[in-house]
T-cell receptor, first 112, second 114 residues
Framework: DAGVTQSPTHLIKTRGQQVTLRCSPK?????VSWYQQALGQGPQFIFQ???????QRGNFPDRFSGHQFPNYSSELNVNALLLGDSALYLC???????????FGPGTRLLVL | AQSVTQPDIHITVSEGASLELRCNYS??????LFWYVQSPGQGLQLLLK??????LVQGIKGFEAEFKRSQSSFNLRKPSVHWSDAAEYFC????????????FGTGTQLKVEL
């Protein structure tokens, strides 16, 4: 049973560029959440997708957007990258009605 | 607003010694509580969770945690630490009632001395 997978594992971008990160949920899960973890910090909630709609959003600017596909996989897009966007981006999946989230290995983004 | 406090940034214990990591939360209703562990460069692995019922919950790798409503705490314990337990530990509170975003503490880095 495959767990949560994310791609790519590492990414280097320059300021002003755009990036797309991808996530495949654990088998049987229908809800995907994205978190940003800056160095030395706990993860911060970005948003959550369920039934292809953004269900909840954290305190992140509109430069952060997402999408969920019919197969429940998800993308996180960040536009106009800033140096401060450098972080580990974590995807977590869950099943609606169960509050337990399972995390993927993350994508390490470095903005130069 | 909900918040999680992990007062210990770093903890060092000897292998075989007992361990307790502290977690205090602020939440207006009955919380869902979680402990996750993160090894360097890795994602988060769920250790255990509390939703309701017995306030002492057992998790993987020999860990347990106790929910104390009166103290707004959910401390993680292990009776005998192994060198492989060295990692960063995060406490999180889940938000009940539609959508289950997690609010995390800042983490406790555990070092195990051999």
């Amino acid at each position: 049973d495959a767990g949560v997978t994310q791609s790519p594992t590492h990414l280097i971008k320059t300021r002003g560029q755009q990036v797309t990160l991808r996530c495949s949920p654990k088998s049987g899960h229908d809800t995907v959440s994205w978190y940003q973890q800056a160095l030395g910090q706990g993860p911060q909630f970005i948003f959550q997708y369920y039934e292809e709609e953004e269900r909840q959003r954290g305190n992140f600017p509109d430069r952060f957007s997402g999408h969920q596909f019919p197969n429940y996989s998800s993308e996180l897009n960040v536009n106009a990258l800033l140096l401060g966007d450098s972080a580990l981006y974590l995807c977590a999946s869950s099943l609606a009605g169960d509050e337990t989230q399972y995390f993927g290995p993350g994508t390490r983004l470095l903005v130069l | 607003a909900q918040s999680v406090t992990q007062p210990d940034i770093h903890i060092t214990v000897s292998e075989g010694a007992s361990l307790e990591l502290r977690c205090n939360y602020s939440y207006g209703a009955t919380p869902y509580l979680f402990w996750y562990v993160q090894s360097p460069g890795q994602g988060l692995q769920l250790l255990l969770k509390y939703f309701s019922g017995d306030t002492l919950v057992q998790g993987i790798k020999g860990f347990e945690a106790e929910f104390k409503r009166s103290q707004s705490s959910f401390n993680l314990r292990k009776p005998s630490v192994h060198w492989s337990d060295a990692a960063e530990y995060f406490c999180a509170v889940g938000h009940t009632g539609g959508g289950n975003k997690l609010t995390f503490g800042t983490g406790t880095q555990l070092k195990v001395e051999l």
